[in-house]
């Protein structure tokens, strides 16, 4: 039976017209600076006067920026791949096993989340300085894994929540041993939540530029880090024209991702059906 809706119309209205006005809001920034990168002026001015394409040329022949993009993909691949691991260990040892300091590990796990990431970034400098080991790429990826450890593990543990164990236990009645169960069945009922979980990860980790700041060396810095160094000695349209691509890229593959795997339903904002 469906209930009749007893608002009164203004109230009807005023909702959805509230929602449109937030979300133009926050769009706004976005048409500025799209608007702003395709200004023909070496002035980032808006609206612009004339109309150019010479900024996104730039943005792919600058060297910082292909340096940058380089040192960013490396620390991104290795950092991704290696929370995904540990990540995946960790939400399946904290689904399924009991153990003294269980909650006390999952708050230091998720910590990052809640602590600055300019706080990790700095402390692990001094850290770093007083072992007297070099600022390579290793430090940078060890700094970026623990940043991004959190959305792994958020990912991995919701598609373990809507895991029907009775599918791992039928496969060991038949004789599968762990191994072959964790690999068989396990792993292959978990991917959309796997992927899901290295994907912000990647985005994470490559966007990642508070902690990065603190860490990174000429040699290794990232492409935040690199844009940072940018606009501290020009103020033209480069760094918009970039930031349209890099939103560009990064909206691109948050909707393929939600089309074939449906991120609502791995980060447990839509109900399982």
Known sequence: ????????????????????????????????????????????????????????????????????????????????????????????AVKRLQFPGKELLQAILLSPLVIPHFTLGLGLLILVAQVGVERGYAIVILCHVMLVLPFVMRSVYVSMENLDERLEQAAASLGASPWRVLFTVTVPLLAPGLFGGWLFAAIMSFSEFTASLFITTQATQTLPVAMYNYVREFADPTLAALSVVYIAVTASLLTLANYFLGLGRILNIEENR
Not at 40 to 65: C, G, I, M, N, Q
């Open 1 to 92: 039976m469906k209930i009749r809706n007893t608002l009164p119309l203004p109230l009807r209205v005023a909702g959805p017209t509230l929602i449109v006005l937030i979300l133009a809001f926050l769009l706004l920034p976005v048409v500025v600076v799209t608007l702003a990168s395709f200004n023909d002026k070496a002035l980032l001015t808006f609206p612009p006067a004339t109309w150019s394409w010479r900024w996104f040329e730039r943005v792919f022949t600058y060297p910082d920026f292909k340096q940058g993009f380089h040192a960013s993909m490396v620390v991104t691949m290795w950092s991704s791949l290696l929370a995904l691991a540990i990540g995946t260990a960790l939400a399946i």
